[in-house]
């Protein structure tokens, strides 16, 4: 039986936090069950309510409403919206009354600023013992780069995986937004972590964030491996220390590629089957994992002229029918189209009131008893009358007040 | 202080290398009480190193070392019947049991889900996979290559390579294991705070291209309903992204008017900066590559370091692209203590990478290093399972913890 009741039920986020770094995490939260409620200035609304993702369609959108983003319909579906300038001391006071009646509060403010206007965890704390409150920042609250600024690139940057990605012979690479997201989920276990810790001993805390840490901490092998060998990890583009075939091979067409890679010698023996060249698993250049890697060069361009003239998903499945780990290097139109991702429910279609049906990528995992829910990212403000009526206890004309003086929203 | 965060919870973990191990860990240096089963010859991360002066020893793994801290090591022969009783108990005694083994494994040493459920109804079964335990491709082999490229990351790096005859790459060490590991860790601890009010236990399944695909989201429903395209990204405007230093490289996010504006202070105020327009992000979105070429003539005589100090503590969104070892020298993870000495008993004292998160009320810490092979066989069978001494040297004897050559 499905009873799908969502584990986390009846706990109550406030979400200060804005872009990815955060709204990804409470994102995360919301699919689980928490009720998450989103508190932006209605003049200062959380960027990626107007994104269009780099790099822009030609022509490029001049001007996107605030509730059409993708930056935001992806990371924020299943959560409520409040409009609150928390510029006007009206506006704090109200946030400042919202967050004590939340389990958790998370921001991704720069330093300072929430303890500034009163929501800061000392203040919190006060009024309410047991909060949790997350403070996510670039480096960390404290210490000599306290207020360097930075994004996603920058976070992978400082954090040390952009020096090992790209290839040994060319400039290191980045990664893309994908380090913001990254940092929502570790935030989001954190988070979890200390949930756990309060309810079973009722005790709250503060949890202080740096992001560029979170990215040294997804590749601790290397702090260990350079004390042990005193060598600095460097670049190896898409080769593997040991293993070979271990690479990303041409295919028929303009920019296709497969990767592949063979971690044994049957899987070796196998994979020479199919590209039809049984003699290869015989010749001594290739018949051991050390042969291989000494002669990955001339291995992969033996490979690269059989693949370069055949079909891209053609060889996936052959390789995969045979055992061997190969893959098409997928852009994002492919993701959509994969027919694997498609069998497992992979995305989530939401209806959307300005922009019509949107297919977006669900919850990254599956569990007994549970549907994800699929609600869409919510309009700017659109619970504004929820969450000061029925949190907060507003009285109607309260509301119309606060809407005649610009604290929230018109509308 | 009221003890550690996660102190109470019972976890038993059957992985390997980063995936499931890494899940375990996070666990772990938390204070939850976390049992690892390898087989007798040991968790295949043993194998991997880097190695103290690159002389490979399965007690001195950087990978094992590393995603192991603070657990406590059985290691069971899963062949015999003896091996599976304890395993059972095992499972009977936990909270949680991680496995990142390809679907169908444990079934197929005798632990179906059915099997598993049965024997603890209020189990957190947590699963890590390739491409899932569902759908055409569950049986597929994957790993850090194929996974990077199968979920569209690599596809995108490496960014701005005008190069499309060089094939797209992968992110550097083992990305998709960590993350999907961290993604495995939220739903668990999810599901561990529902038990409270279910009491009934839960199968998750992660899937390890999902967890990829996952963090692409923004730029995947871009794609179809922007028409935006990525493959091996242009970085550049409207922030500049990854430039040339005299001692390596940085990565520069001046995206917003005052951003630049300082930035433009900070470089002198150029003659070829001149003007408010350079003031306007969309100018510069559409222009900044005009003056592209003398911004990088700049930065390529600074030292990545200082400009970044320079720049960053005026508000500049910047950062060098640090190695380990400048990682290591950083003053900032230095300030905030980031990394911990952790002394193994036959690897030695190092120092580890530690959390990205402090908290005030129950800090991580690594309570204990990475488990020998076996250390606890006696330790986890007598005092947690209640056999007596002399049963435990009978399933020593008759090869339940293996017997290792070496």
């Not at chain 1, 698993?281 to 361009?301: G, I, P, S, V």
Request: contains cysteine.
């Amino acid at each position: 039986m499905n009873d799908n009741t969502l584990p986390l039920e009846g706990i109550r986020v406030g979400d200060f936090s804005w872009v990815w770094a955060g709204p990804f995490a409470t994102m995360l939260l919301a699919m689980l069950g928490a009720e998450v409620i989103k508190v932006e200035g209605h003049k200062r609304t959380d960027l990626m309510r107007h994104s269009v993702i780099w790099p822009l369609a030609d022509p490029a959108p001049a001007d996107v409403p605030p509730n059409q983003g993708m930056g935001y319909n992806t990371v924020n579906l299943n959560k409520k919206s409040l409009t609150l300038d928390i510029s006007k001391p009206e506006g704090a006071l109200l946030a400042q009354q919202l967050a004590i009646k939340c389990d958790i509060v998370i921001d991704n403010m720069r330093s300072g600023v929430m303890d500034r206007i009163g929501l800061g965890y000392e203040a919190l704390h006060k009024l309410r013992s047991d909060i949790i409150v997350l403070s996510s920042g670039s480096r960390g609250k404290e210490g000599p780069e306290k207020d360097f600024p930075g994004y996603a690139t920058i976070h992978n940057a400082v954090g040390g995986v952009a020096y090992v990605t790209g290839y040994p012979d060319d400039a290191p690479s980045t990664t893309v937004g994908d380090t913001d997201l990254m940092n929502s989920t570790t935030t989001a276990f954190i988070l979890l972590a200390a949930l756990y810790h309060r309810l079973q001993t009722g005790e709250g805390q503060f949890i202080d964030y740096s992001q560029c840490e979170a990215v040294t901490s997804l590749a601790g092998e290397m702090a260990l491996g350079y004390q042990m060998t005193g060598r600095v990890p460097e670049r190896m583009g898409n080769a593997h220390l040991y293993f070979a075939p271990h690479s990303v091979y041409r295919c028929w067409g303009v920019d296709h590629w497969l990767a592949l890679e063979v971690h044994s010698n049957d899987e070796f023996i196998a994979f020479t089957r199919v590209i039809g060249k049984p003699e290869l698993a015989q010749d001594k250049r290739f018949k051991t994992m050390k042969a291989r890697k000494r002669n990955e060069r001339t291995l992969n361009h033996i490979i690269e002229e059989w693949t370069r003239q055949r079909d891209r998903d053609w060889m996936v499945n052959e390789f995969c029918q045979a055992g061997i780990a190969a893959a098409p290097s997928r852009d994002w139109q492919d993701i959509y189209a994969d027919p694997h991702l498609r069998a497992r429910d992979a995305f989530i279609k939401v209806q959307h009131p300005e922009i019509g049906p949107l297919e977006l990528v669900g919850v990254p995992w599956k569990m007994s008893d549970y549907t994800p829910p699929a609600n869409r990212a919510p309009l700017l403000g659109e619970h504004n009358d929820y969450v000061l009526r029925q949190i907060l206890g507003l009285s109607e004309k309260q509301v119309a007040e606060l809407r005649n003086k610009d604290v929230i929203s018109q509308g | 202080m009221a003890g550690a965060t996660l102190s109470g919870i019972r976890v038993i973990e059957y992985t390997n290398m980063v995936a499931g191990p890494y899940c375990g860990k996070l666990l772990a240096d938390l204070g939850a009480d976390v049992i690892k089963v390898e087989p007798p010859e040991g968790d295949s991360a043993r194998t991997v190193g880097p190695f103290p002066n690159d002389k490979p020893h399965h007690e001195k793994s950087a990978l094992f070392l590393y995603n192991n801290t603070s657990k406590r090591g059985i290691t069971l022969n899963l062949k015999t019947e003896e091996g599976k009783e304890i395993f059972t108990q095992l499972i009977q005694w936990a909270d949680v049991l991680i496995d990142n083994f390809p679907p169908g494994h444990l079934e197929s040493i005798g632990f179906s889900d059915e099997v598993i459920q049965k024997a603890n109804p209020r189990l957190i079964y947590t699963s890590i996979t390739p491409y899932g335990r569902t759908g055409p491709r569950a049986q597929v082999k994957g790993d850090e290559l194929t996974l990077a490229h199968a979920s569209g990351l690599g596809n995108l790096m490496p960014v701005r390579s005008a190069d499309i005859r060089r094939a797209p790459v992968k992110p550097g060490g083992f990305q998709v294991a960590y993350q999907s590991a961290v993604n495995a860790a939220v739903v668990t601890m999810a599901a561990l705070i529902g038990m409270g009010r279910t009491g009934k236990g839960r199968i998750i399944d992660v899937s390890m291209q999902e967890v990829i695909v996952g963090l692409l989201r923004p730029g995947i429903a871009s794609s179809r309903y922007q028409r935006a395209s990525w493959s091996r990204v242009p970085d550049r405007p409207p922030a500049m992204g990854r430039m040339k230093t005299n001692d390596g490289y940085l990565v520069l996010g001046a995206a917003e008017d005052n951003h630049f504006r300082n930035l433009r202070e900070m470089m002198g105020n150029p003659p070829w900066m001149a003007g408010d327009q350079w003031l306007n992000m969309n100018y510069r979105s559409h222009h900044l590559m005009d003056i592209a070429p003398q911004m990088d003539a700049w930065m390529e005589k600074q030292n990545k370091k200082e400009v970044t100090e320079k720049l960053a503590s005026k508000g500049v969104p910047l950062g060098p692209i640090n190695s380990i070892k400048d990682i290591m020298e950083n003053k900032q993870y230095t300030f905030r203590q980031y990394f911990t000495e952790v002394e193994h008993p036959v690897a030695g004292k190092y120092k580890y990478a530690g959390w990205p998160y402090q908290m005030t009320a129950s800090p991580p810490r690594v309570s204990r290093p990475a488990p020998l092979l076996g250390e606890h066989n006696e330790e986890i069978v007598c005092k947690e399972l209640n056999y007596s001494q002399k049963d435990y040297l009978r399933l020593k004897k008759s090869g339940t913890f293996g017997r290792i050559k070496r």
